[in-house]
């Protein structure tokens, strides 16, 4: 008997284990509100590593402090604010979530471009928080996913148009066909124990200036 009630007791705490705690840097404009929502940011077993007034400095403190998430909390989005998220998502993306006091259609839109990964109106709920956060985060990862993906299908894309403009100046200064030009990238590829388009960009940097001195 004693046997199952040790099993039980271990698969409840596996239940009901808590998910481990985020580093939160907050935006705030109002000192006093910033204070009850990293009290109740607290509360929730959450860690604020930096707050600030204003996003100004939003891509620096990030970069330094490397948060988990960004939480900014303001009656709405002004340009300042929308550029800083922008800068953020090109330089050091986070999650990032914007609980703002007034609801406009358009200022959410330009926050979800901007990078904000969830957009909550009516302000910061406590007990809200952490289902909030999950789905930022979520939402956050498959859009990092996908950019990377894209990145490398463009990649990809950029790579063979190297390859295919080499081969066209090979064919044309060698007097070869397209088989025997690319024969000409792979071997040089595996002399040199280079990748094919890094080949390819030397064979360009070569003749291209050969070509337009004709």
Do not use: W
């Not at 404009?29 to 860690?47: F, I, P, S």
């Not at 604010?81 to 609801?103: C, G, I, Y």
């Not at 406009?104 to 957009?119: F, I, R």
């Not at 066909?177 to 124990?193: F, H, N, Q, V, W």
């Amino acid at each position: 008997m004693a046997k199952n009630t040790l099993h039980d007791t271990h698969r409840t705490s596996r239940v009901t284990a808590m998910p481990p705690p985020l580093n939160i840097l907050l935006v705030d404009d109002e000192v006093v509100r910033a204070a009850m929502v990293e009290e109740a940011l607290t509360a929730e077993g959450h860690r604020v590593i930096c707050r600030l007034q204003n996003p100004t400095s939003l891509n620096e403190m990030v970069a330094r402090h490397e948060p988990d998430v960004v939480i900014i909390d303001m009656e709405s989005p002004d340009r300042d604010t929308l550029d800083s998220m922008a800068l953020l998502n090109r330089e050091n993306p986070r999650p990032v979530v914007f609980f703002a006091d007034q609801h406009d259609s358009d200022t959410m839109q330009a926050a979800l471009k901007s990078g904000v990964s969830a957009y909550v109106v009516d302000g910061l709920v406590p007990g809200r928080v952490r289902a909030i956060i999950d789905v930022a985060i979520a939402r956050f990862d498959a859009f990092q996913s996908m950019r990377t993906e894209l990145d490398k299908a463009r990649n990809k894309l950029a790579e063979r148009k190297r390859i295919e403009r080499a081969k066209g100046l090979l064919m044309q200064h060698q007097n070869c066909g397209e088989e025997e030009a690319y024969r000409m990238l792979r071997k040089i590829a595996m002399d040199r124990s280079q990748r094919i388009f890094e080949v390819a960009k030397s064979v360009i940097d070569i003749l291209e200036p050969l070509e337009k001195g004709q």
